[in-house]
Nanobody, 123 residues
Framework: VQLQASGGGLVQAGGSLRLSCAASGRSVTSYSMGWFRQAPGKEREFVTAISYRDRSTYYTNSVKGRFTISRDNAKSTVYLQMNSLKPEDTAVYYC?????????????????WGQGTLVTVSS
Protein backbone atom coordinates (compact mmCIF):
# COMPACT_ATOMS: atom_id res chain seq x y z
CA VAL A 1 0.00 0.00 0.00
CA GLN A 2 1.35 3.41 -0.95
CA LEU A 3 -0.05 6.40 0.90
CA GLN A 4 0.11 9.99 -0.30
CA ALA A 5 -0.84 12.73 2.15
CA SER A 6 -1.74 16.21 0.96
CA GLY A 7 -3.60 19.34 1.97
CA GLY A 8 -1.19 20.88 4.42
CA GLY A 9 -0.35 24.55 4.42
CA LEU A 10 -0.19 27.77 6.39
CA VAL A 11 -3.32 28.89 8.21
CA GLN A 12 -4.11 31.41 10.90
CA ALA A 13 -5.24 30.31 14.33
CA GLY A 14 -8.95 29.55 14.28
CA GLY A 15 -8.85 28.53 10.65
CA SER A 16 -9.48 25.18 8.97
CA LEU A 17 -7.70 22.73 6.73
CA ARG A 18 -8.65 19.39 5.24
CA LEU A 19 -5.95 16.80 4.78
CA SER A 20 -6.31 13.93 2.36
CA CYS A 21 -4.55 10.58 2.24
CA ALA A 22 -4.84 8.74 -1.04
CA ALA A 23 -3.97 5.06 -1.13
CA SER A 24 -2.75 3.11 -4.11
CA GLY A 25 -1.33 -0.28 -4.88
CA ARG A 26 -3.85 -2.14 -2.78
CA SER A 27 -7.34 -1.57 -1.49
CA VAL A 28 -7.55 -0.02 1.96
CA THR A 29 -11.01 -1.40 2.65
CA SER A 30 -9.45 -3.91 5.04
CA TYR A 31 -7.17 -1.43 6.76
CA SER A 32 -7.91 0.87 9.62
CA MET A 33 -6.47 4.29 8.93
CA GLY A 34 -4.81 6.71 11.26
CA TRP A 35 -3.33 10.17 11.38
CA PHE A 36 -0.25 11.01 13.41
CA ARG A 37 1.70 14.23 13.72
CA GLN A 38 5.22 15.23 14.60
CA ALA A 39 6.17 18.69 15.76
CA PRO A 40 9.79 19.90 15.54
CA GLY A 41 11.90 18.30 18.25
CA LYS A 42 9.08 16.06 19.43
CA GLU A 43 8.11 12.45 18.97
CA ARG A 44 5.46 11.39 16.53
CA GLU A 45 2.08 11.32 18.27
CA PHE A 46 -1.27 9.77 17.56
CA VAL A 47 -4.06 12.09 16.43
CA THR A 48 -6.99 9.97 15.30
CA ALA A 49 -7.96 6.70 13.63
CA ILE A 50 -10.93 5.10 11.90
CA SER A 51 -11.69 1.41 11.82
CA TYR A 52 -12.26 -0.44 8.56
CA ARG A 53 -14.85 -2.73 10.16
CA ASP A 54 -17.44 -0.32 11.53
CA ARG A 55 -15.90 3.10 10.90
CA SER A 56 -15.60 3.69 14.61
CA THR A 57 -13.24 6.51 15.44
CA TYR A 58 -10.94 7.57 18.23
CA TYR A 59 -9.31 10.93 18.87
CA THR A 60 -6.59 12.12 21.13
CA ASN A 61 -7.99 14.48 23.73
CA SER A 62 -6.35 17.62 22.37
CA VAL A 63 -8.24 17.44 19.06
CA LYS A 64 -11.62 16.15 20.19
CA GLY A 65 -14.42 18.37 18.95
CA ARG A 66 -12.12 20.11 16.46
CA PHE A 67 -10.87 17.36 14.13
CA THR A 68 -12.92 14.81 12.20
CA ILE A 69 -11.59 11.74 10.42
CA SER A 70 -13.53 10.11 7.60
CA ARG A 71 -12.93 7.66 4.82
CA ASP A 72 -14.20 7.08 1.30
CA ASN A 73 -13.38 3.49 0.40
CA ALA A 74 -14.56 3.94 -3.18
CA LYS A 75 -11.84 6.57 -3.61
CA SER A 76 -9.35 4.82 -1.34
CA THR A 77 -8.97 8.10 0.48
CA VAL A 78 -9.02 9.14 4.12
CA TYR A 79 -9.66 12.69 5.21
CA LEU A 80 -8.84 14.75 8.26
CA GLN A 81 -10.96 17.84 8.67
CA MET A 82 -9.26 20.21 11.07
CA ASN A 83 -11.22 23.14 12.46
CA SER A 84 -10.42 25.76 15.09
CA LEU A 85 -6.75 25.22 14.52
CA LYS A 86 -4.28 26.30 17.18
CA PRO A 87 -0.57 27.10 16.95
CA GLU A 88 0.13 23.92 18.92
CA ASP A 89 -1.36 21.92 16.03
CA THR A 90 1.66 22.88 13.94
CA ALA A 91 3.38 19.68 12.81
CA VAL A 92 4.00 17.34 9.94
CA TYR A 93 0.93 15.15 9.63
CA TYR A 94 1.27 11.53 8.54
CA CYS A 95 -1.38 9.07 7.49
CA UNK A 96 -0.90 5.38 8.15
CA UNK A 97 -2.62 2.06 7.54
CA UNK A 98 -3.17 -0.66 10.13
CA UNK A 99 -4.31 -4.23 9.39
CA UNK A 100 -6.26 -4.50 12.64
CA UNK A 101 -9.86 -3.42 13.05
CA UNK A 102 -9.17 -2.47 16.65
CA UNK A 103 -7.94 1.07 16.65
CA UNK A 104 -4.27 1.46 17.47
CA UNK A 105 -2.68 4.57 18.96
CA UNK A 106 0.95 3.47 18.80
CA UNK A 107 3.07 3.77 15.67
CA UNK A 108 3.95 0.08 15.82
CA UNK A 109 0.32 -0.73 15.06
CA UNK A 110 0.63 0.66 11.54
CA UNK A 111 2.37 -1.08 8.69
CA UNK A 112 2.26 1.57 5.96
CA TRP A 113 3.01 5.27 6.16
CA GLY A 114 2.61 8.27 3.91
CA GLN A 115 5.33 10.88 3.45
CA GLY A 116 3.73 13.58 5.59
CA THR A 117 2.27 17.00 4.92
CA LEU A 118 3.22 20.12 6.84
CA VAL A 119 0.58 22.10 8.72
CA THR A 120 1.62 25.46 10.11
CA VAL A 121 -0.76 27.45 12.28
CA SER A 122 0.20 31.05 12.91
CA SER A 123 -0.94 32.96 15.98
Amino acid sequence: VQLQASGGGLVQAGGSLRLSCAASGRSVTSYSMGWFRQAPGKEREFVTAISYRDRSTYYTNSVKGRFTISRDNAKSTVYLQMNSLKPEDTAVYYCAASPWYQLKTETSGYHYWGQGTLVTVSS
